[in-house]
Structures are given as C-alpha cells and as structure tokens.
C-alpha cells in the first residue's frame, strides 16, 4: 500500500515543489489548503485535499490521523506578528504530535539554520539551538520534545528560485522602497542557501529514510557574501549599492536587520553522507541574476504569501 503523507503549507513555495516530489516517489499526498485556488492546484498535481488551515487544530488532527506520515511546512509569514505566529505554530507541531504519538509514523518538522553557530562558525546537524536562541520561532524545539512521537526536523536556509529567495526577497523589497541596496559594513557575512528543487528531494529523502531526533540541513551552498547579494541587487534594481554601518542598519532595514548584520553560514555535510543527497540545482547568485527585477508584480506582500 502507498505511504499517505500529509502535507501542511502544500501550497506554499516549497511545498508546490515537494508535493509533486513525494508524488513521483509514489506516495499519496493529501495537502492542506484553506482556499479553492489551493484546492484546485493540488489536485492538478495530482494530490488530494484536505480543508482547513494551522489555526484549525482539528483539521490538523483529522489530516494526519488519515495518514502514514506527516511533513509539517506551513508558517505564517507575517513579520509584523511573528509571535503570535510562532505560538500558532507551536500549538499546530503538538496537535499533529497527539495524533501520531505511539505509532512510529514520521513527523517531520521544518525550522531553519540562522542562529545556531558563532560569527564565522558553520552550523553543523549535530549543533543544538541554543538556550538564548533569539528568534521566538521553537518549531524545533517543539517537535523534538513530543513524548514517544517519531519527529525529525529538516533546517533550511536561504531556498530559491528566480522568483523567491527566501530573506533575499525581503532585502530586495527594502532595496526597491528605500532606492538603494545596502550591506552592513564590508559585507562578509554570508548566508547560506539551496535550490528549492533539491530541498524538495531532501524532505522524500528524510521520509524514506527517516532517524527520529535527527537534524538535516538542506543547505547547497555554505555560504554566499552579503555584498555580493547586495551588488546584485543594485544592478537588477538599477539602484545604487553601498556600505552602512551596523548602527544604520536598525533604521535602514527594520526587523529584517537581525539577519543582515549576522553570519547564517551552515554545512549540511553529515546530511549529504547519511542520506545521499546531492544538490545539483542552480546557486543563489545564479538564480538572483535570472530575476525579473523590474516587474510590477514584485512585491514582496504578493510573493510571501507562497511561503
């Protein structure tokens, strides 16, 4: 009998790309969607749909209690109410936890890599976040304290495409408002990023393969510079590029500056090895030259909404 997964966040921009994925791989999907355009792109991709939304536990509960697994991708991207967001989210990981508590049915949670290593240190798998962790977001943290649930968390980093890149269209939004790209100080902080293709093939790898407690990152590239993102997005924006201080940065980029001002390198070096997977997608910089900078269709409101 195929494997059922239920997919939160199935719409979204990486689950538009895992669905089709897992349904390659032969899995039955059923996906989560609150709308009729969700309910009509799922099923063009061949999955089936389940109603409701992360505020709706219920539906989480009925959603993973008709399935074999469940990948958990769905967040509200509204900065302007990040904790409540991430409360929303903590409270959406226990329910689908209640279900599958006792039954070795994967839950396999997403979080991310900002935020686990020092300045200048990679954040590696076996890293945990740490106890001053300064973003309220505790998906994580959530999922791998479920008692007697088979949950594993996959990491991301800067995932892209040529239409969405993660922060990077948020710095692009701020480029585009404020007429000029900017990096903090020379810029050496680096993110690190992966291709939204192969961090679809790396959440079937964890389901195939998947170790309860264990951490993946789906990361491609360790780490691009701030600078030459920010040089890139001058040219694509035709707006000048420049250097501001980590004073300015508050004023310049607003709750978008705690990532700017940081190194968010990470390795996925033990994830490669444990699970066989290559990355092989285009890099960041690569993808932001392929960017339509100049369509009206660019804001960033419109694009976060596929998050």
């Given at each position: 009998?195929?494997?059922?997964?239920?997919?939160?966040?199935?719409?979204?921009?990486i689950?538009?790309?895992?669905?089709?994925?897992?349904?390659?791989?032969?899995?039955?999907?059923?996906?989560?969607?609150?709308?009729?355009?969700g309910?009509?792109?799922?099923?063009?991709?061949?999955a089936?749909?389940?109603?409701?939304?992360?505020?709706?536990?219920?539906?989480?509960?009925?959603?993973?209690?008709?399935?074999?697994?469940?990948?958990?991708?769905?967040?509200i991207?509204?900065?302007?109410?990040?904790?409540e967001?991430?409360?929303?989210?903590?409270r959406?990981?226990?329910?689908?936890?209640?279900?599958?508590?006792g039954?070795?049915?994967?839950?396999?949670?997403?979080?991310?890599?900002?935020?686990?290593?020092?300045?200048?240190?990679?954040?590696?798998?076996?890293?945990?976040?740490?106890?001053?962790?300064?973003?309220?977001?505790?998906?994580?943290?959530?999922?791998?304290?479920?008692?007697?649930?088979?949950?594993s968390?996959?990491?991301?980093?800067?995932?892209?495409?040529?239409?969405?890149?993660?922060?990077?269209?948020?710095?692009?939004?701020?480029?585009?408002?404020?007429?000029?790209?900017?990096?903090?100080?020379?810029?050496?902080?680096?993110?690190?990023?992966?291709?939204?293709?192969?961090?679809?093939?790396?959440y079937?790898?964890?389901?195939?393969?998947n170790?309860?407690?264990?951490?993946?990152?789906?990361?491609?590239?360790?780490?691009?510079?701030?600078?030459?993102?920010?040089e890139?997005?001058?040219?694509?924006?035709?707006?000048?590029?420049?250097?501001?201080?980590?004073?300015?940065?508050?004023?310049?980029?607003?709750?978008?500056?705690?990532?700017?001002?940081?190194?968010?390198?990470?390795?996925?070096?033990?994830?490669?090895?444990?699970?066989?997977?290559?990355?092989?997608?285009?890099?960041?910089?690569?993808?932001?030259?392929?960017?339509?900078?100049?369509?009206t269709?660019?804001?960033?409101?419109?694009?976060?909404?596929?998050?």
């Open positions: 009998m195929n494997m059922r997964v239920f997919v939160t966040g199935a719409t979204g921009f689950g538009s790309a895992v669905v089709p994925e897992l349904i390659k791989a032969g899995r039955q999907v059923l996906g989560l969607t609150r709308s009729d355009a309910d009509k792109s799922l099923t063009a991709a061949g089936q749909v389940h109603r409701g939304e992360l505020t709706d536990l219920e539906s989480l509960r009925k959603g993973a209690a008709m399935s074999d697994g469940v990948i958990h991708l769905a967040f991207h509204d900065f302007s109410r990040f904790q967001n991430c409360e929303i989210d903590r959406a990981i226990e329910a689908l936890g209640s279900v599958l508590a039954s070795n049915r994967p839950l396999i949670v997403t979080s991310g890599t900002a935020g686990l290593g020092a300045p200048g240190q990679l954040a590696t798998e076996d890293m945990e976040v740490p106890p001053n962790f300064p973003f309220p977001r505790v998906s994580e943290q959530t999922a791998l304290s479920l008692k007697d649930v088979n949950a968390v996959v990491r991301l980093p800067q995932v892209h495409d040529p239409v969405k890149q993660g922060l990077v269209t948020y710095l692009i939004a701020v480029a585009r408002e404020k007429g000029v790209s900017a990096y903090v100080g020379e810029g050496r902080n680096r993110w690190s990023a992966a291709h939204v293709a192969d961090v679809a093939r790396l079937e790898l964890v389901l195939e393969k170790e309860a407690g264990a951490k993946y990152h789906a990361v491609g590239e360790e780490g691009v510079p701030m600078r030459d993102i920010a890139l997005i001058g040219r694509g924006l035709k707006i000048p590029v420049k250097s501001i201080s980590p004073e300015e940065a508050q004023s310049h980029f607003g709750w978008l500056a705690m990532f700017a001002t940081h190194d968010l390198q990470a390795s996925s070096a033990k994830t490669r090895k444990k699970l066989d997977w290559n990355p092989t997608g285009p890099g960041l910089i690569a993808d932001l030259e392929q960017m339509r900078y100049l369509e269709d660019a804001d960033v409101a419109s694009v976060a909404r596929r998050a």
